[in-house]
């Protein structure tokens, strides 16, 4: 073909593969500056993302200020050697059982690239975290979705979904968006019926927020169920998410073949670092729990006398439902200064999910709840 | 030399040259037939074909090779014809170069304008290689949809319904059930022709879910499609016994949207909204007028907005303003105008029209110190080809676009909505007044 013009025009069509042709990109949103110009507010309260407004546990940020800039030109230990010594430690395992990664997002590629080939499909659920069958996707591989039943993971459809070609299933424990959670009795139930002919990933990144006492901790699990993985994440009670890392758990069998798709050096050495020490902190996470437990009921509370409708389970996170376009209420919070994580992308059409926080912030919230609420037809 | 690049897709290459009008015009026909098209169609592809491809012989490009694609479509064969812009005076291919408005003589000698009648849809355009672009869109042949088969509302609600895709039955008893129980301008033409509408829905051009009960009664519907890369626009949703209100009319929307939320549309649209459309999912278009007898187009974001930097003349800006302000959009309105700097003599127009709507949308493809002219000799043509609704597209994102403001306003154009995101930023809808 005759070009136009001095740039070489390339014909991609030819070369990209149909899954990868058909696939969105995830926009990110806009950095806090940009996004603030554009909304014209002088503040931006982050309500979107799960984040603990805490910070970091106390020993962690001791590590992150005193992080010697020199350290920068060095590689990191690419396998985490001392944090998987911790973790062992700590839950009783072999450090050969974890593999660390680049927040718990890269863990799901390895284990995807582990065990899919074409023709592989993965389940999980329909309403959950997204990454799962985005991952699947534009990897090439089928994602099933099983829809939620009464907003939690519906594991006789998810069994029956199951073929000969189903690799993976996927659960979300507690889910987010929902809160609900599977106890030890339905996850040990779903994996004696499973029964070895597939991977069960049991994604705990929400798991340290949990008080309930039958909610099952996967780590002891491990020993009995040879096909179980476990995520975990320092993103949202260690609030270490700007550090980005992750980690997964299993057998040493199971984490032997996923490691080898996993890609070495992706965790940076502050992250590392930090990580083992936010391990340390016993007062971290009980002060967490208890600024979640007060914001939750204070905004139930309110949503109750409001007549607008919620899903408050475990995690810092609460759906609500609005009698607006959610869309259309992320903008309308933003031009308010706060920032909240509409819900269709989730498949929960005019849901907003609020990450609770300290009390001023909630205060904020509900007073503007009303304003954005104020919607003509 | 032919070849199938993909299932139901045609190729050749052959040079600009007189000697291969033929061929040109015999592949165009040939493959048109082979694609599926009725033998009338494909003549008038080929004609159609023989037209422009005469005329860019007429402008002697030198050297220049043409791409002709012939593509299979659900429910039409579409022609496209590529060459590079190179060696071409650009201005050339506005419809109404060369061409005497008040001269129906001087109209037949118009070659672009002859294939354009030949057509469903036509289009012009300079597409992101660099090419310019002819389309040419032939659709197969439907029988319209029987008064006598319609089919009346069901006599009570149905309970205990599920949301079901249905198949090609299911679908044809849907349309009859909505050609008899809502108003024509609650649906789109194209649910007149059943055979069209399940062949588009086998193609995924359309997509329908209904609502049917336990013993397969069926209450209600809704159906989408993509338009363009960016935008799904549904209709419906329809619910055909009142108490079957709101549940089933919010399941088939949520549905819908659900499905929407993860593809890449960034937004909904509905612009002809039925009244069982439920409240509070989607948001009004266009500013209303105070009647809530007739809503207006109403649309729906489906990611979270990240605001954006848009252009527009100063003339643009009050309306944005107030309409970026209304629907809560995050921008930054950046105005732009001539300073005394030299344009380009000529402007070019990329025109599309769909003969059976009655429309046209214009887009512009280059600026120009001419584009007022340019602007009325376009609205001209089209009025004398009898094309009722004329639209004129502006995109926000390309600064140049901006230039032909002032003439679409003083030609009695007026901006009627902003769409979000439709094209590389928010494009604004302008639609011809009166008559010139």
Known sequence: MKMDGSMRQMDFDRLV???????????????????MRMAGCDRLLRLNNNENPLGPPAMARKVIDAFPSDRVALYPSGDAYHLRRRLADLFGLHP???LVGNGANEVIAFVIKAFCREGDNIITADKTFAVYEWVAEFSGFEARLVPLK????????????????TKILFVCNPNNPTGTYWSEQKLRCFLDRVAGRAIVVVDEAYCEFVEKSDFPDGMRLLDEYPNLVVFRTFS????LAGLRIGYLAGGREVVDIIRRTCVVYSVNGLAQEAALKALDDVAHVPATREMVRTAKAMLCREFEALGLPHVCGEGNYIMLRLPISDTLAYRKFMA?????RSMSGFRFPNWIRITVGFPDEMNYFLETLPEVLTHER | ?????????????????????????????????????????????????????????????????????????????????????????????????????????????????????MCDRFQISRSSGGNLLLRLVKEKTYPEISEDGLVSPPASPVSDFTLQTPDAAQIKWFLRRVNRCVPAALFPADFRYPGKVVDMASAGDFHLLLALGAGGAMGGGIAWRREGEKTIEMFGPYVFHDENHPDMARALLEACIGDAARSPALA????????????????????????????????????????????????????????????????????????GETPEPFSVLSAEMDRNLGRANLRPVWPGADAEKNLADHAALLRREGIASIFFEMDLGRSDQTMFTPGLLALGFVPRMVLPYAGTADLVIFELEADL
């Open chain 1, 17 to 35: 593969p149909d899954h990868i042709r058909c696939f969105t990109a995830y926009i990110p949103s806009k950095p806090d500056d940009v996004l």
């Open chain 1, 96 to 98: 050969d059982q974890f």
């Open chain 1, 150 to 165: 009464d907003y939690v993971f519906d594991d006789e459809a998810m069994l029956s979904r199951m073929d000969e070609r």
């Open chain 1, 236 to 239: 949202k009670m260690y609030a």
């Open chain 1, 336 to 340: 308010r200064g706060l920032l909240v």
């Open chain 2, 1 to 117: 030399m032919i070849s199938t690049e993909k299932k139901r897709t045609l190729t050749t290459v052959i040079p600009v040259a007189e000697a291969f009008i033929p061929l040109a015009a015999a592949f165009v026909a040939q493959g048109a037939r082979g694609l599926g098209l009725d033998s009338e169609g494909a003549d008038a592809l080929s004609l159609a074909t023989e037209e422009v491809m005469a005329y860019l012989v007429g402008l002697n490009p030198d050297n220049s090779d043409l791409e002709i694609r012939c593509v299979a479509g659900s429910h039409f064969v579409e022609t496209d014809i590529a060459l590079p812009v190179r060696n071409l005076q650009l201005q050339a291919f506005n419809m109404t170069a060369a061409v005497c408005a008040e001269d129906e003589a001087c109209l037949e000698q118009m070659g672009l304008l002859i294939a354009s009648r």
């Open chain 2, 268 to 339: 909904l649209i509905n612009r002809m909204p039925p009244p069982s459309l439920p409240d509070g999912y989607l948001e009004a278009l266009t500013a209303g007028d105070g009647s809530r007898d007739v809503p207006g187009p109403r649309f729906r974001m489906m990611h979270e907005d990240p605001g954006c930097v848009v252009w527009c003349h100063p003339e643009l800006a009050a309306f944005l303003r107030r309409e970026y302000r209304r629907m809560v959009f995050p921008r930054d309105i950046q105005e732009t105008a001539a300073n």
